[in-house]
């Protein structure tokens, strides 16, 4: 299911479940049903696609941060190598090199093809004659939902489009 907040900006995915309570609970209302209704044992609901937080909610960097997968830093990066603009052999890399104090956080970590990551070894990308095709930042939280639902179901698309 995809969580807008109040303001219809994505949030993120849940599951039917968790949707389901946050409408008996009030906490949110449906914006897109599908045509299958949910049954219980004494009630029949709508089967939510896309609900919408009453209230707004401020989402935490940390959220993000705690995150870091590799098929979130290559969605974030394109599923392009950010040296050289290869789609193939994707690795993680980080930029600045572990054993040169280089943290784990979005900013320092981005797609590199293996030869790319190879070539630059322990080294900082400017030592290895590299460049970075643009600078790593945390991803929006559209990169989330692509990575939570490869498929994207088309009653989501208008909401995901901005
Ligand atoms: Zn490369």
Not at 133 to 148: C, D, G, N, Q, Y
Request: hydrophobic fraction near 40%.
């Amino acid at each position: 299911m995809l969580v807008l907040n109040a303001t219809y900006e994505p949030v993120n995915v849940c599951t039917v479940r968790r949707a389901v309570v946050l409408l008996l609970k009030e906490k949110a209302e449906l914006i897109e049903r599908a045509e299958r209704e949910l049954h219980s044992a004494c009630t029949t609901i709508a089967r939510p696609v896309v609900i919408r937080l009453i209230s707004y909610v401020r989402i935490p960097r940390d959220t993000h941060r705690r995150k870091i997968t590799r098929r979130a830093v290559f969605a974030r990066d394109d599923w392009t190598c950010q040296y050289c603009g290869s789609r193939t052999q994707l690795t993680v890399d980080h930029v600045v090199p572990r054993s040169k104090g280089g943290t784990s956080t979005w900013d320092n970590i981005v797609a590199s093809c293996a030869p790319c990551n190879r070539r630059k070894g322990d080294a900082l990308p400017r030592q290895a004659g590299m460049r970075l095709l643009k600078p790593p930042r945390t991803p929006s939280p559209h990169v989330f939902i692509h990575v939570a639902s490869p498929t994207i179901p088309a009653a989501w698309r208008q909401y995901l489009a901005a």
